[in-house]
């Protein structure tokens, strides 16, 4: 299903016609957002994250830093045009107030769990399908045309730029509404978080219509990654975003010492800044601060183990915050 206007459901509504609807809308003179689109090179930071799972160092990532003027637009973006948006039920990625919790309690004691995740999720979104999404929205060609410049890198979403994450959960709209018709169609819960997508329910329903939810992300413009797609039943403690969901509410497995702990050794190599960047979900202009929350989940781990709190805590000591 393609994104169109006329969806009963379009998840962004805006008014955009002229030069002067987006100065007034964005309370910024079209000379100052011009400027940013043509001096993307002065403007944005090119920055490596060494990323570690299971406290091995992966493959580095690539975000992109745009500059403290240039990030204030962003957020302007976001939070006088994006923020409008309506989202389909169970998109909590990037969305202010949203947690992790929120998606995995939704599919605590179920008795199977699909898990899929999408790959090269913001470079598969390209400046052709920001452009289309925002006419379909209700901007003119030519400010759709400069908003797309605003919040594109080369062509496609950055990671980095705080308008990326909404950008893609609008532009995914067509997936989402695809997806949770066929979940109420098979009493399946499903959220997405970013690029991350899962459905539980009955193991009969979901195995009647895996093919057909596997299918619909590259219908949708996207790529599945099948090294990250698994099927788990409740008997072998399905782990959704580290949490274990066999029960009535999910606990707390090793593999989250583990990832707390990889993140912590990528603030310590790629420094405070690039892994904020990473962890930043935008929120509309409100900065997460990361120091905070890693400290608030070294602390969560504590309580139910002692000794990987106390490791985890000697990890974050010998970490300089000072560059955040």
Not at 210 to 239: D, W
């Amino acid at each position: 299903m393609s994104i169109r206007k006329q969806h009963p459901n379009f998840p962004l509504k805006l008014n955009l016609e002229s030069i002067k609807d987006l100065e007034q809308t964005l309370g910024y003179p079209i000379v100052s957002i011009k400027y940013f689109c043509k001096n993307k090179t002065s403007n944005v930071k090119e920055l490596t994250l060494m990323q570690y799972k299971n406290g091995k160092l992966k493959e580095p990532r690539i975000v992109y830093n745009p500059t403290r003027q240039y990030k204030k637009l962003l957020r302007v973006i976001n939070s006088k045009l994006l923020a409008k948006a309506d989202l389909p039920d169970g998109v909590l990625g990037g969305v202010i107030g949203k947690c992790i919790d929120d998606m995995v309690y939704r599919h605590c004691n179920q008795e199977a769990v699909l898990s899929m995740d999408m790959k090269k999720f913001f470079p598969n979104i390209n400046s052709d399908r920001v452009m289309g999404f925002l006419r379909a929205a209700g901007c003119s060609p030519q400010i759709a045309g400069i908003l797309t410049d605003s919040v594109t890198l080369d062509s496609s979403l950055p990671q980095g730029f705080p308008t990326s994450p909404m950008l893609a959960n609008l532009i995914a709209f067509g997936l989402d509404d695809q997806h949770l018709s066929q979940a109420r169609k098979n009493n399946l819960h499903r959220t997405r978080w970013i690029d991350d997508i899962v459905f539980s329910g009955r193991s009969k329903d979901l195995k009647a219509c895996v093919k057909s939810l596997l299918g619909a992300i590259k219908f949708h413009g996207f790529q599945l990654s099948n090294k990250k797609t698994e099927y788990q039943v409740r008997a072998h403690n399905p782990i959704i975003a580290g949490l274990n969901v066999a029960g009535k509410t999910p606990q707390l497995p090793i593999i989250v010492f583990d990832r707390i702990r990889d993140i912590l050794h990528e603030c310590k190599h790629s420094g405070v800044d690039v892994v904020q960047l990473k962890y930043e979900s935008d929120s509309f202009g409100r900065m997460k601060d990361l120091k905070s929350s890693l400290k608030g989940r070294i602390l969560y781990v504590s309580r139910y183990n002692e000794i990987a709190g106390k490791e985890l805590i000697e990890i974050f000591d010998s970490i300089d915050w000072r560059n955040k």
